[in-house]
C-alpha cells in the first residue's frame, strides 16, 4: 500500500510548482503528473492540493496565466512571472538550508537511526 504524502513536506508543493513552471508553462494536471514524475512516483500531490496553490501564486504576483487550446482542449497555462522566479531562488534556498539543518541534527556524528517497531 502506498503511503500518503507525509506531513513535513508542508511548502514542497508550492516550491516544486516553481520550479516546473521556470522550466517550461504547463496547465494543472500536467504539473500534478509531472511532480510524480519527477519524483520517482514518491511524491503525489493531487489537483485538490495544486489548483489551490496556482491560484495562490497567480494572485500573489509569482505565475500567470492564459487560456490555451492544447491537444483540442482549452486550458489554463500558467508560467513564472519574474517575482515567482524571485520566490523560487528564495524558496530553493531556504529548502537547502532545512534539508542541511535536518540532515546534520539527523545525521551527524552519533545520531544512529531508531529501530523499527
Known amino acids: 500500500m502506498k503511503r500518503s504524502n507525509p506531513e513535513f513536506l508542508n511548502g514542497v508543493p508550492e516550491l516544486l510548482i516553481l520550479r516546473l513552471l521556470a522550466e517550461r508553462p504547463m496547465h494543472g494536471y500536467d504539473l500534478v503528473q509531472s511532480i510524480r514524475r519527477a519524483s520517482n512516483e514518491e511524491l ?17 504576483g509569482h505565475l500567470s496565466s492564459r487560456r490555451e487550446k492544447l491537444d483540442g482542449r482549452s486550458r ?26 535536518v540532515n546534520q541534527a539527523i545525521g551527524g556524528a552519533g545520531h544512529a537511526c531508531p529501530a523499527s517497531a
Open 44 to 60: 503525489a500531490f493531487g489537483e485538490g492540493c495544486i489548483y489551490p496553490l496556482l491560484h495562490k501564486l497567480e494572485a500573489s
Open 76 to 101: 489554463v497555462v500558467y508560467r513564472v512571472t519574474a517575482r515567482g522566479q524571485s520566490r523560487l531562488v528564495e524558496t530553493w534556498s531556504e529548502w537547502r538550508r532545512v534539508v542541511q539543518a
